[in-house]
């Protein structure tokens, strides 16, 4: 018998099974095979929040969550947040390789011609209530594009997907950056070409009256290092949003958006602002223990703390720690990070975190960069996905590239009723004390 197999008993019929292992998996489809009798559908797994179910093939990031690594195509993310930009980065995601100079300027180049807005998009998000929320608006405003570039429907032409990835990527910033004047009611700056990446969307930030913007390079280089480090994470929960939405065919604007919502959310990127809120409620180093001890009695979670995948310090978050220095070298010391550390110190020494493997998330200090460089807390997961959009797109092309995959269309286990005869509205009884 193969040694790359599994054999299975079915102890209802004796019937005994080899399915192949392929990369430490099985096919789930291969236990379909598993029966009682031809009317039986075959044997399902049963996977909840996907907590053990591969559901792709991926060359992209790699993550291994108990020994702390995060590559992206291979290269450890230490050393890309060293010597790397963060649209270099974004080409070795998309397209595989790390770019040869000409091959980066040239995409350099075709990005920054993509930074203006349509005017009608500008228009729409005028319209916006004065205290949006900038991550909704950003979600809803990336889903508008979709009515400004039809064309992007035709996903199955490369060289048209590439044209929109190259204009998300490009727009995502000039979006960011009008949510947040709006929410302080200034007028939008349009993006200046002569600008980086990163500068440009400090100057659709914060140009005031001044001919030209110019950034502090400390702050640029901040700011580009952590879009490295937040561009991409595997199958996390906004992925999986980008790949299932992507597999129905839907344009990738729309895609992108519905991405975007899954990140809004304070379990995912979301817990950036979370985190803020959390150091503001404890307010000083001293009220840290009890703090804690409420989290631990189940009052809560410590946000900025635990992953689904790493069971080890997130190397992301040490990166971060280290930005924070120069950081602070330029803006003053956040008085946060006090809190902060003191918050690290103890949960890394308490058993109730120990036993279960929580250590800071990337979470946990990017907000007390942001807070530092003048950021609101509601803009924080606006900032995560801004880099985000590069991962979700690479994520989505290599889906569309995948000949395995199709509609993602998982299955349910029915815990309902059999089938039931109609009650006429006359005899049926009042349900809602039971809701
Ligand atoms: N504080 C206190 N307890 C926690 C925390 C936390 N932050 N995270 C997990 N636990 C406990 C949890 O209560 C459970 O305990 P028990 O076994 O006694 O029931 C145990 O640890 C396992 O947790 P889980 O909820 O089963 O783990 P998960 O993989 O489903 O959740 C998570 C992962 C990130 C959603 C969760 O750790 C969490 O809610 N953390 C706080 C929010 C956060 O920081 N999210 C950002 C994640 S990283 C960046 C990103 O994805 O955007």
Sequence with gaps: ??????????????????LPIEHGTIRAMDLRQIKTG??????????????????????????????????????????????????????????GDLPTEHELKDWVGEITHHTMLHETTKKF???????AHPMAMLVSTVAAL????????????????????????????????FAYRHSVGFPYVYPDNDLSYAENFMNMLWKMVEPKYVANPVLARALDILFILHADHEQNCSANAMRCVGSSH??????TAAAAAALSGPLHGGANEEV?????????????????????????KLMGFGHRVYKNYDP??????????????????????????????????DDYFIKRKLYPNVDFYSGIIYQAMGFRP??????????????????????????????????????????????????????????
């Excluded at 998000?125 to 205290?131: C, D, I, S, T």
């Excluded at 199955?156 to 979006?175: E, G, T, V």
């Excluded at 404890?282 to 009052?299: D, L, Q, W």
Aim: proline letters at 5%; glycine letters at 6%.
């Design 125 to 131: 998000m005028e319209g916006f209530r004065y205290n």
């Design 38 to 95: 031809p009317e039986d559908f075959g044997l399902m797994t049963y996977d909840p929040a996907f907590m053990n179910t591969a559901s792709c093939r991926s060359s992209i990031t790699f993550i291994d969550g108990d020994r702390g690594i995060l590559r992206y195509r291979g290269y450890p993310i230490e050393v890309l947040a060293e010597h790397s930009t963060f649209l270099e980065v974004a080409y070795l995601l998309l397209f």
């Design 276 to 300: 803020l809120k959390m150091l503001d409620e404890i307010g000083s180093k001293e009220n840290v223990p009890a703090y804690i001890k409420k989290i631990k009695e189940g009052h809560g």
């Design 316 to 349: 992301r978050a040490k990166v971060i720690k280290w930005t924070a220095e120069r950081v602070f070298e330029v803006t003053g010391r956040n008085p946060k990070l006090d809190i902060a550390l003191e918050l690290e110190r103890i949960a890394l020494e």
């Design 1 to 18: 018998m193969a040694q790359d197999t599994l054999t299975i008993t079915d102890n209802r019929t004796k019937q005994t099974y080899n």
């Design 378 to 435: 509601e803009m924080f997961t606006v900032l995560f996905a801004i880099p985000r959009t590069v991962g979700w797109l690479a994520q989505w092309q290599e889906m569309l590239n995948d000949q395995e995959q199709k509609i993602a269309r998982p299955r349910q286990v029915w815990t309902g009723y059999e089938v039931r005869q109609f009650v006429p509205m006359g005899k049926r009884s009042p349900i809602a004390a039971a809701r």
């Design 250 to 255: 839907a344009d990738p604007y729309l895609t």
């Design 146 to 177: 979709s009515t400004v570039y039809p064309e992007a429907k035709d996903i199955h032409d490369p060289a048209n997907r590439l044209h929109q990835i190259k204009r998300l990527i490009a727009k995502i910033p000039s979006i960011a950056a």
